[in-house]
């Protein structure tokens, strides 16, 4: 295989061999927290699907379980598909997952399995009881198109218990179906859906609510709490703001709003009239099929989600495996309320071995300098750049390229020299630069306007010459950043791990998870350079890289 063993992940999360996609059920219980996924046991291609189980006191070091739930009735024989998990009133997990119940088509209906022994931390043991499957499609629903059920969150007044499954209508619409119960076994669909838009179907749906904006934790993240017996004024009830993902089976990325969640309707309102089309995503990069859960230790709302391998299958299943989990991230509201931000939780730092720094660097236009000192294959970079004038920025005069970032970058790559900007980093590059990975940013003025308008930002990740290996997918990632630019400043954080670039653009305000292969650039012989192509002087005002040490993983 052209896939260097040494290009595996040191820190990202992965089973010790073979596929996996969705992360599902996250939770916290008794001390540990559990992250169940999409696996296939017996090999490195999709199939044959179960639940892998994992379980860990800090988030970071992995200890591999049994898988927890497998084919083995008849309403989840052909494959136990996504779902979530419900800490119900008296503390127990309950899981509630789509089943596959034809061998012929992908029927789907949903099913729930509680803890055999809730005094087990670890919670090995499910057990589905015989009641399921608890959901069936009916009522004009496509049954081949009716899954991932979201954790169940209770409202006020009646007690009872909602959850979301993401579907498709007849006209192609993206819909999230609300079902009610009492008593978390009889199921009936309410006669609206919470939301839908015209996408194409809804996969692995997300609801939650977010505290006020610029709060970071709280107790009001708690997926019930806004709703469950609110103690808060109705005022604050009104002002509770929500988030609603789903995962676009078409496109495949996540992309979400902030809005309004009218109890009394039960339905979601986007703020922004335009969100279903904007498509604000958590990541622009490779991402997907993520969800998020309530972390009672820090109160906060952590998102985990899949990468998938950009290598061919046959690659994959000369390596063994396929699939790992971004790090877990952290979300909150922006202070402007309009947008998620997002930021690796803290417990990654412990990972930070050796570091070097640079301070008070200029990088001249068409200058290069290089990290030296540490290994940085395996590593974690925050650099805050401060741009000397944004006067050279390049105006974006053409319609179609000011609103399609994609686009943008794939025209004004890492390559093409600009006013301001491209600066940024060369990650996992060889000595001779000839393989390299740019994560950098590009700042325009709009055409018109007499230049006053806010400077646009880009950020882009641009692998297209990551690897000399001729086989690989290599698409450029891109996404505008919305910060406010105008005193120079913009910072940058990327998570390095031998495949994985992983970004934080701003404080979180953009994030891009990319996957390459180097053929030189592996191991010690991975590099780091900070550049500037631009014609405008770039200060490094400080950067930080710190070896990162591997934690243990499944028992890879
Ligand atoms: N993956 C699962 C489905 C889900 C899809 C099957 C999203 O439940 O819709 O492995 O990646």
Known sequence: SIVDPLLRTGYHFQPRKNWINDPNAPLYYKGWYHLFYQYNPKG??????????????????????????????????????????????????????????????????????????????LLREWVKPSHNPIIVPGGGINATQFRDPTTAWRAAGDGLWRLLIGSVTEA???????????????????????????????????????????RRAGVETETSAVSDGDGGSPRRRQQAKYVLKNSLDL???????????????????????????????????????????????KQRRV??????????????????????????????????GKQLLQWPIEEVEALRGRSVA?????????????VTGIQTAQADVEVSFEVSSLAGAEALLDPALASDAQRLCGARGAAVEGGVGPFGLWVLASGDREERTAVFFRVFRRGGGGGHDKPVV??????????????????????????????????????????????????????????????????????????????????????????????????A
Not at 260 to 286: Q, S
Not at 316 to 327: N, P, R, S
Not at 358 to 370: A, D, T
């Open 358 to 370: 640079l301070k008070n660097r200029v990088i001249k236009p068409g200058q290069h300098v290089e």
């Open 44 to 121: 490195a291609v999709w199939g044959n699907i179960v639940w892998g189980h994992s379980v860990s006191r800090d988030l970071i070091n992995w200890v591999a379980l049994q898988p927890a739930i497998e084919p083995s009735i008849p309403s989840d024989r052909y494959g136990c598909w996504s779902g979530s998990a419900t800490t119900l009133a008296d503390g127990t997990p309950a899981i509630m997952y789509t089943g596959v119940n034809r061998p012929d088509v992908n029927y789907q209906v949903q099913n729930v399995a509680y803890p055999r022994n809730r005094s087990d931390p």
């Open 458 to 555: 880009l950020m882009c990740t641009d692998p297209t010459k990551s690897s000399l290996d001729a086989n690989l997918y290599q698409p450029t990632f891109a996404g505008f950043v919305d910060t406010d630019i105008s005193n120079g400043k913009i910072s940058l954080r990327t998570l390095i791990d031998r495949s994985v670039v992983e970004s934080f653009g701003a404080g979180g305000r953009t994030c891009i998870l990319s996957r390459v292969y180097p053929s030189i650039a592996i191991g010690s012989k991975a590099r780091l350079y900070v550049f500037n192509n631009g014609r405008a002087d770039v200060r490094v005002s400080r950067l930080t890289a710190w070896e990162m040490k591997k934690p243990l993983m499944n028992g």
């Open 172 to 214: 192609r619409h993206g819909v999230a179906y609300v079902y009610r119960s009492r008593d978390f076994r009889r199921w009936t669909r309410a006669r609206r859906p919470l939301h839908s838009a015209a996408t194409g179907m809804w996969e692995c749906p997300d609801f939650y609510p977010v505290g006020a904006p610029g």
């Open 303 to 336: 998102l985990w989600g899949w990468a998938n391998e950009s290598d061919t299958a046959a690659d994959d299943v000369a390596k063994g495996w396929a699939g790992i989990q971004a790090i877990p991230r952290t979300v909150w509201l922006d202070p402007s």
């Open 251 to 297: 496109r495949r990325y996540d992309y979400y709003t902030v809005g309004t969640y009218d109890r009394a309707a039960e339905r979601y309102v986007p703020d922004d009239p335009a969100g279903d089309e904007r498509h604000l995503r958590y990541d622009y990069g490779n991402f997907y099929a993520s969800k998020t859960f309530y972390d009672p230790v």
